[in-house]
């Protein structure tokens, strides 16, 4: 999966609700290039994330939760990764002190596992990341947008 990202879950709806306020538009045209191109990853707990979130009624997606996401994966090529008995103990494991939200720790033990790179605007990934424990890229990231 060298190469390959991984969406964080703000990320990945911005994207799939067309959020154009919050997602630059150049980062929308690259997700849809590495979508294109089967390059973009999500995380099990993003999906779970989505669901805590349209439980609580702080998103409002058009209809119930596993439809929208069900309908999400069959226009796009989106892969799902499934958590396993390794990310769960990476992400008790993580190296650097990284903070204690267990689905920020489940993503960036994921992202670390599956050799990843996470695109994320989450400050607190952002800055672990600047410590060298995970490859991530914020949104507005030269990089990111010109690979």
Known sequence: ????????????????????RRLP?????????????QRLHLSVMSVWE??????????QLGCAAPAWVSTFFERTRFRLVDL???VALEANALPGGFHPDPADRLIVATARHHNLTLITDDRKILDYAGQGYLRARASGDKELLST
Do not use: F
């Open 1 to 20: 999966m060298s190469g390959d990202y991984l969406v964080d879950t703000h990320v990945w709806l911005w994207y799939a609700l067309g959020d154009e």
């Open 25 to 37: 538009s150049p980062l929308a045209g690259r997700l849809t290039v590495l979508d294109e191109q």
């Open 50 to 59: 989505l669901g805590m979130l349209a439980a609580k009624n702080r998103i």
């Open 84 to 86: 396993n008995v390794s």
